[in-house]
């Protein structure tokens, strides 16, 4: 299973997940804009004829701050959902195991050895419970060593000295690269942007 199969399934459960806030952001934001309008139409009813603008302009003040009151909300709502759908994306990548794990941390290995082909020594970092995982892969490697624990969700950080190079192919930069470029579609499908 490729990482783009596995960020596609968690998009598909971020847009279920998404569907059900943003159907419940716009339940309140509605009874926030009903409960606005009543207000307006209540100061409409006890003031005079003569001073209709001012009524007029106190329920536009009203509305308008209802209005404002109620994006500001849903814009929370949404960042709060965008937030609920990164950390189940973390959640997931923490959660990986088995035959998927140890493939995407081959193929991470794998791409950053590249950067290191004429290297005498490497070194070889990962999370703490991938240590075994990653020593047992390296020994398909030569002059590639465990170095120890790397704070990450997964997959392997890698550096040399000679070179003085350091390559960061862990699930989280990655995320974080994925989550950067795709951020604007993200919220785009999330929330049926136009």
Known sequence: MSL???????????????????????????????????????IVAAKERE????????????????????KQK??????DVIQDVR????????ELGGDEREELTRELLD????EFEDEESVRVYSCPSDEELVTGILDDYENSEYA??????????????????????TFDSILETVWDDQLKDISSKLFDDQ
């Open 74 to 79: 849903r814009l929370s709502a949404r960042r």
């Open 51 to 70: 001073i209709e603008n001012q009524i007029e302009q106190e329920r536009d003040q009203r509305l308008s701050g209802a209005k404002l009151e109620a």
């Open 148 to 169: 120890g624990e790397y704070d990450c969700l997964g997959g392997v950080v890698v550096e040399s000295d000679a070179s003085r190079v350091r390559v960061n192919n």
């Open 4 to 42: 783009e199969t596995v960020v596609e399934d968690i998009r598909d459960e971020a847009r279920t997940r998404a569907d059900e806030i943003r159907a419940e952001a716009d339940d309140r934001a509605a009874e926030i804009v009903e409960a606005a309008e009543a207000d307006a139409d209540e």
């Open 87 to 94: 950390d189940a994306v973390e959640e997931r990548l923490s």
């Open 111 to 114: 791409a950053a050895a590249t």
